[in-house]
């Protein structure tokens, strides 16, 4: 587009006039700079490529938190047993600074699990709770924590462990639907401590010696004297 521009006192003027309505100089036609049409479509293509991948982030961290917090669809722990009575006996045991040794199923395990996290003072009401599987065809036992980030979120984590003739090792630790690989696998171990281990079950896990499997997905675990 042109432009009549006052040499003197650089007023823009309309079309027609000879003389600046300002100052009364002389008007030069000069030429407003346009874009190429290379530049044009490089900004159309740039500014559409970032609405893109502005996209993708949004469906990517969405994804993300998806699996991160998922809480369904996982199988249920065996259903605790009716005579919950074994359970009981090891309870008033278990505490007890000498060694124990005792059999247990995955129902029972998670029964006692359950005690155990009222005995630490976190109530049902909580939302919390723990879950045992026993898996003897892979020597895995996994402990599943269903609890709240910030006491907010709903959150699923879980450790699995190698059983064998010693003491139990970390086989894996999954947040969600992912696991976490090297020192992410630690950050969920601590997640799970700070969550579930209180007062006299900090110490009642350092207590345990081994856990050797048995058959019909049961576990024989060792406490160490206090």
Known sequence: MNKLICDKCGTVNENGTLHCRQCGG???????AKASKTGRWFRKVLKRALIVFLILLVAALIG????????SGFPAA????????AVERILKDIYQPRP????????????LAGKLLEKSGITAESGMKVEVFIH?????????LYSKV?????????????TGDGEPKLKYARFGELFMPGILKEAVVKYFEHQALK????????????????????????????
């Open 100 to 111: 124990a040794v005792f059999q247990l199923s995955a129902g029972e395990a998670t029964l």
């Open 78 to 85: 065996e259903a605790p047993p009716e005579d919950t009575r």
């Open 64 to 71: 993300l938190y998806l699996l991160l917090f998922k809480t």
């Open 136 to 144: 003897n065809d892979r020597n895995t036992v996994s402990i599943a």
């Open 26 to 32: 002389q008007l030069t036609i000069q030429q407003e």
């Open 199 to 226: 007062g006299d079950n900090t110490k009642l896990v350092d207590r345990i010696g081994r856990v050797t499997p048995r058959g019909n997905n049961r576990i024989v675990v060792k406490l160490e004297k206090d």
């Open 150 to 162: 910030l006491d907010a979120i709903s959150s699923r984590c879980e450790l699995g462990f190698y």
